[in-house]
């Protein structure tokens, strides 16, 4: 009597509303490829939890097989040489960075910490960049000034960086 009911609201007859595949399931709104997928329990997860949990698993898997390989290369004579080089490179650089050092450094003296520069190692002709495009435009005592400031103010390091970036030229 309901059936008849509800078509009669909306003008339909049951064997109308038969024809037409009205039912009592709404329609879905998506497309789907017609496969269902089980019901799922409480405590399983979704399609695209699992698959981000799967990543997520698969790129740590990576960085510990990455990290293994760097430990095992740190332990071979080549990794050994290149720690003790980059600590060598390390000890030189807060040596000749320190600031009673920076403060007498003479232009020689700079010319030699730029030449040990890994990011200098673009440049064929080390010297005359130095000479042209670093002190000529910018004087010595500024550069020398402007590295102070990037390494020993109290400020914040991305507002030094950016001002040590816009003061000079070169």
Known sequence: MSDKKETEESGLTTEEAKELELDEQPKPTRHHSGHHSPPMSYNEETGRA???????????????????????????????NTVTEHREHEK?????????NLAKMTENEFSEFYNKLWASNMWRNKDWYIKNKLISPNGLEKIKNEFEKLLYISEDMVWKYNNFRKTRRG
Do not use: D
């Not at 799967?54 to 004579?77: D, P, S």
């Not at 030189?92 to 009673?100: A, C, G, I, Q, V």
């Open 50 to 80: 699992h698959k981000k949990r799967q990543r997520e698993n698969e790129i740590a898997r990576n960085k510990f097989c990455r990290i293994v390989v760097i430990v095992h290369w740190l332990n071979t004579e080549k990794g050994r």
């Open 92 to 100: 030189y650089f807060k040596h000749t960075l320190s600031s009673e």
